[in-house]
């Protein structure tokens, strides 16, 4: 069976870090597109952070040059570092795997940027 299990979420201040893990299991994960989206109060769902297959990386704007994503195909993880967090980068994260017509979501982990 498919799944994404998320780790590392936590309460901060800000400007400090947070590293994210999403272990997966059931899926040839070395083939798979994998992401973080994340999703604040009231707000719609969005995209954070994206490596393919090929190792290509995307950003979102607000937090491009903050974050880094990364992935470890030997260990089926990807990571999401997370520096100079700002109050509002609080928000539920979600880790996602995609191949083709299959996208597989994890259950979110809380992260919080609060003073």
């Known amino acids: 069976q498919a799944q994404?299990?998320?780790s590392g979420g936590?309460?901060?201040q800000p400007g400090g870090s947070l590293r994210l893990?999403?272990?997966a299991s059931g899926i040839s994960f070395?083939?798979?597109a994998l992401?973080?989206?994340r999703q604040a109060p009231g707000k719609e769902r969005e995209l954070v952070a994206r490596v393919r297959a090929n190792h290509r990386l995307d950003y979102s704007d607000s937090v491009q040059g903050r974050f880094t994503i990364?992935?470890?195909n030997a260990?089926?993880?990807v990571y999401l570092q997370m520096n100079n967090l700002k109050p509002e980068d609080t928000?539920?994260?979600y880790c996602n795997a995609v191949l083709e017509t299959r996208s597989i979501w994890g259950q979110g982990t809380q992260v919080t940027v609060t003073s």
């Open 70 to 72: 990364s992935r470890d």
């Open 30 to 32: 070395s083939f798979y």
């Open 91 to 93: 928000a539920v994260y």
């Open 21 to 23: 893990s999403c272990a």
């Open 75 to 77: 260990k089926k993880e």
């Open 4 to 6: 994404l299990v998320e």
């Open 35 to 37: 992401a973080w989206y």
């Open 10 to 12: 936590d309460s901060v």
